[in-house]
């Protein structure tokens, strides 16, 4: 999540800008340009794209040039009219075993048709805006969907790398593997062979030689060179077959069962929806620390898009479409910065399909059949594995992958929906409750969610309970329904009202209390306080639960073990670790491990105040590696050779530009700044404390606000609030002009690898502003649910 979109929707199908009150009206659309990032992003897609629709196509059975219609039209139509901008569209590995299916029960024109109505029921499903239900789907189900497909395509194609014919089935494919191993095609397999090693070897060459060839798409490399040596070594094998144009087969009317059809068409569309729609969100979370402007994808505008190439692919005699996963993370990683780089490489794609026919006829089939069982292998993939089997949705995704496989991909994925749903019913009725007593106190601990399944279970763990005993129920659980909240309220009222005290936690051990249940505790027998009324936290809220801690009653020799001995502070301080060990490390471990083992890579330098309140990770939904944060009192940055005596903050911002190549600097003010309080209150400053130096060089600001009125930087919908706000403020503008001054920073700005941001956040407002670029009217615009940016500063 890069620093410059500090605040994001839960709704990924919205990406509209919202234009604060009296902005000036929406420029009009400048003419066609295409960025050079673009044109050599479009042309590293291209060369991967090429050779695998030609590979899918073969393993579809369709007709060859169906794959290169299909990329076609993926490219052009689908780029142009979708919602998410650098995703790039085509014919489909996960699409393979559907419409070879479909080939061979129906024929190749009936299948163009269900293409066409596959096309027509997305545009139908974006019409109604349905597609955020498409992020409900458990991933266990598509992964095991995709994972099915992939052992299929492996199974079928691994018969044309031995130089045979794949079977329609893959139990039928199993059968006949013996009999094709015994008549075993060398030509066939050496080149297979050849084209599988170096598609492995060639993404691990070493050295800087290695990094300057592994720009060559790998696929590219490996189609290429298996090519030449057939050619060279004058191989008899089967080729790459292009009728003329003319000759191309396109859509015919749909013939054969009207119930089968229906299925087929919604087979055709669950699948690229799916596909497509999951593919968006993945775009988005890997292109956020390149291109922070281009906000979340738009998913209901690319459903329509999908709909709409399916629609075109299918009349012009092309392959289904959908969003593919390779194309896609290339497109970002060659540094794709608009929609036009997708829409190129589906320009680049007709030129070769009615230029390059010669040479793509030299392909042995062989070698696009070991490129397609090479992606097919690569859908089962040993992550997902892994974190499914965290997750404990094991029997999901194997569920769906064996249903995939055997019956079908519809029958696959109803039968992993079944399974998901049975899995989330036995959770939330499966939940443990325990109850033990250690040194005169009862702990009663809640494992799970507390519905009205449990109110028995968990009747019979508080019964043990004796009259005035100091009890602790340990709520671990996210969710508590009506019955389950009376039994424990009914109870707790009971239980002090006979001398006993109650106290409930959450698992880390931090003190919360039920809502809405403090009154039951208004006093103990004693008539002490039982637990402050004011406090009103939810068990599954520990952050702010810190409010609501209190010592353990009793002196601390009655509780060994607790932290009642230490300071408050550093009582809490330990708490938080402990939990952060206990909860959150086990989910974060092992990307932490990835980050040591690759070193960090951040995107983004953020240059925020030292105030407590100010939490970057939580203003811009931030994790580990997204953002190099450098603090200090005043976000500020001194001048080059100013007499501070303290190069850190120019350390850190040569070492994040020259060595980390950070594409983007925020500089974030705040409301309520007490070091902007302080340069009002002090003046010139005296200049004999730490402080009084350090904030020298924040009095440029100060001076500025002496200027004209006019060039005053202000909030677009609103006057400043105060003189410490338009400090906050003009503040923000002037350490990013300091920014400027540093040698790295203008290096980098010239060359147009780096741009700069300014943010101010009104804490109690908890609203973000991020400046427009600075000037006569530098003016702080509320960053609304979009997410979007404004010019770089």
């Known amino acids: 999540m890069p620093a410059c979109v500090p605040t994001r929707t839960t709704d990924p199908t919205r990406t509209e800008r919202v234009h604060p009150p009296h902005s000036p009206p929406p420029t009009p659309p400048r003419r066609f340009r295409v960025a050079g990032a673009d044109l050599s992003a479009s042309i590293a897609v291209f060369l991967i794209a090429l050779p695998l629709s030609l590979a899918i196509a073969l393993a579809t059975g369709a007709p060859l040039q169906a794959g290169l219609v299909a990329a076609a039209v993926g490219g052009i139509v689908t780029g142009r009219l979708g919602g998410s901008p650098l995703q790039v569209s085509g014919p489909a590995a996960g699409l393979t075993v559907v419409t070879a299916d479909l080939i061979h029960r129906y024929g190749w ?77 060398p030509a066939a397999a050496s080149v297979s062979v050849l084209t599988l090693a170096l ?77 497509s729609l999951l593919g968006a969100v993945a775009v988005d979370k890997l292109a956020a620390g390149r291109h922070p402007h281009l906000g979340r994808s738009h998913l209901d505008r690319e459903l329509l898009g999908q709909g709409a190439g399916n629609i075109v692919s299918g009349a012009l005699g092309g392959l289904p479409i959908a969003g593919v996963a390779v194309r896609s993370s290339a497109n970002v990683q060659s540094g794709a910065v608009s929609r036009n780089s997708t829409v190129l490489h589906g320009v680049w794609v007709v030129v070769a399909a009615l230029l ?50 055997f019956l079908g991909v519809l029958q696959g994925v109803a039968l992993g929906v079944a399974a998901a749903v049975a899995v989330a019913m036995h959770r939330l009725a499966r939940t443990r409750i325990t109850h033990e007593e250690r040194n005169g106190v009862h702990h009663v601990r809640v494992r799970g969610q507390l519905t009205f399944l449990a109110v028995p279970r968990l009747s019979r763990a508080l019964h043990p309970v004796p009259a005035g005993a100091e009890a602790v129920v340990e709520l671990d659980g996210s969710f508590m329904d009506h019955a389950a909240y009376e039994a424990l309220q009914d109870w707790q009222r009971t239980h002090l009202a006979r001398g006993g005290s109650v106290h ?65 502070a550093g009582g809490r301080l330990a708490r938080g670790i402990s939990a952060f060990q206990r909860n959150t490390a086990p989910l974060v471990r092992g990307e932490l491990a ?20 100010l939490v970057t990770s939580m203003i811009t939904s931030s994790g580990p590696g997204d953002l190099f944060v450098v603090r200090n009192v005043g976000n500020l940055v001194p001048l080059p050779g100013a007499e501070s005596g303290d190069d850190s903050v120019a350390a850190a911002i040569q070492y994040a530009v020259d060595v980390l190549e950070v594409r983007s600097i925020t500089v974030c003010g705040h409301s309520g700044c007490g070091a902007m309080q302080a340069l009002i209150g002090s003046g010139t400053g005296t200049g004999r404390t730490p402080l009084d130096r350090w904030l020298r060089h924040g009095r440029p600001g100060l001076e500025r606000l002496t200027g004209d009125e006019r060039a005053r930087p202000r909030i677009a919908d609103r006057e400043p609030a105060d003189a410490v ?29 780096l ?28 960053v609304e649910v979009s997410g979007e940016l404004p010019s770089p500063a």
């Open 109 to 185: 024109r009936t299948t163009c048709a269900i293409t066409v109505l596959a096309g027509l029921a997305q545009l139908g499903l974006g019409c109604l805006r349905v597609a955020r239900a498409a992020l409900a789907v458990s991933p266990a189900i598509v992964h095991g969907m995709l994972a099915g497909i992939g052992v299929t395509i492996a199974v079928a194609q691994l018969h044309i790398v031995l130089g045979g014919t794949p079977q329609s089935e893959v139990l039928d494919n199993l059968r006949a593997l013996p009999a094709q191993l015994a008549r075993l095609t």
């Open 199 to 275: 598609l492995l070897l060639w993404p691990r060459l070493p050295g800087r030689v290695g990094h300057t060839l592994r720009r060559v798409p790998a696929a590219l490399v490996a189609v290429a060179g298996a090519t030449a040596t057939a050619w060279f070594a004058r191989l008899s094998l089967p080729k790459v077959e292009l009728p003329s144009w003319r000759s191309h087969a396109l859509v015919g009317l749909p013939e054969g069962p009207a119930l089968g059809i229906a299925a087929a068409v919604l087979t055709i569309t669950l699948v690229c929806s799916v596909q």
């Open 356 to 405: 390059m026919v010669p040479v793509l006829e030299l392909i042995p089939l062989a070698s696009l059949a070991a490129l397609v069982m090479a992606v097919g292998i690569q859908m089962v993939s040993l992550h997902h594995i892994r974190t499914v089997t965290r997750h404990r949705e094991v029997l999901v995704y194997a569920l769906t992958t064996l249903g995939v496989v």
């Open 504 to 568: 409930f936690t959450g698992r880390s051990g931090t003190r919360i209390s039920l809502p809405s249940l403090e009154s039951a505790q208004a006093s103990t027998q004693d008539g002490t306080p039982a637990e402050s009324s004011a406090c009103r936290c939810r068990p599954w809220t520990p952050w702010r639960n810190h409010q609501c801690e209190g010592p353990p009653a009793g002196p601390p020799e009655e509780h060994p073990g607790s932290l009642a001995d230490e300071p408050a």
């Open 594 to 613: 990835r980050l040591a083992r690759e070193g960090q890579q951040p995107s983004q330098l953020f240059l925020t105040c030292a105030d407590s309140r």
């Open 725 to 753: 706000e338009q400090l906050c403020l003009t503040n923000v503008v002037q350490q990013l002009e300091h920014l400027r001054e540093h040698e790295s920073v203008a290096r980098a700005l010239g060359a147009g690898a």
């Open 755 to 782: 741009e700069l941001h300014g943010m101010y956040f009104h804490v109690g407002e908890a609203q973000a502003y991020l400046l427009g670029r600075p000037g006569e009217d530098s003016v702080f615009e509320r």
